[in-house]
């Protein structure tokens, strides 16, 4: 079955710092790959998403690149802000929405 | 307006009792779902309804039971709380048939069972 596998977090950076959260995943044929956030107190919105292989999705300053020889998927920001702290969940889906299967979460936290 | 709308937010009830989480979307789309996150934000999908008709039932207990009045709402009841129940339930709906991947989620029913 499909499966996504994230870093354990949880992460703490200083503002401006680099950012990257692992993803990677077990999927039968060729899955879309997603990345949401969840902001404190909210539910999860979509940041971004690649649909094949070597896409980049892009949103928000955030970007990830769908790789499929390495079957990665990993964020990556180059300057994070402290509005930027939430929990970042990775998911794919090769069957449509009703089958979305989302990682552990990693979250994040930005300090000034 | 709030698109995909749950009430209560927050629910403490004893071990045993029967509790009922309301969910409601007017974004006019054909599929709903619940979604269950445990305390290490771990996010599992237990039911999908589309367009008022199961179609997704990840062996969730027979304590749960959803509900789907019309298309625009999908409720969620659960019997005799147990202590594991404990957990934020997230409602959410996309349009049907879609492969874009985009849920939309409501703010989640913190439920906490005593």
């Known amino acids: 079955g499909n499966s996504v596998t994230q870093m354990e977090g949880p992460v703490t950076l200083s503002e401006e710092a680099f950012l990257t959260i692992n993803c990677t995943y077990t999927a039968t044929g060729y899955p879309s790959l997603f990345w949401y956030v969840q902001y404190p107190g909210e539910g999860l919105q979509l940041l971004l998403k690649a649909t094949k292989a070597d896409d980049k999705g892009s949103n928000k300053g955030f970007e990830a690149t769908y790789r499929k020889e390495t079957t990665s998927f990993h964020l990556e920001k180059g300057s994070v802000q402290v509005s930027d702290s939430a929990v970042y969940f990775c998911a794919l889906t090769n069957f449509g929405n009703e089958k979305l299967t989302f990682g552990t979460g990693t979250r994040l936290t930005i300090i000034p | 307006d709030t698109a995909v709308s749950q009430t209560p937010k927050y629910l403490v009830t004893q071990m045993g009792n029967d509790k009922s989480i309301k969910c409601e979307q007017n974004?006019?789309?054909?599929?709903m779902y619940w979604y269950k996150q445990d305390s290490k934000k771990f996010l599992k999908i237990m039911f999908s309804y589309n367009n008022k008709e199961l179609i997704i039932n990840e062996t969730v207990p027979n304590r749960f039971s959803p509900k789907s009045p019309d298309k625009a709402h999908l409720n969620l009841h659960i019997n005799s709380l147990e202590l594991g129940d404990s957990a934020v339930y997230f409602c959410?709906?996309?349009?049907?048939?879609?492969?874009?991947?985009?849920?939309?989620f409501g703010e989640g029913s913190r439920l906490t069972v005593l």
């Open positions: 959410a709906s996309s349009p049907s048939g879609s492969n874009t991947g985009e849920l939309f």
């Open positions: 974004l006019g789309h054909d599929t």
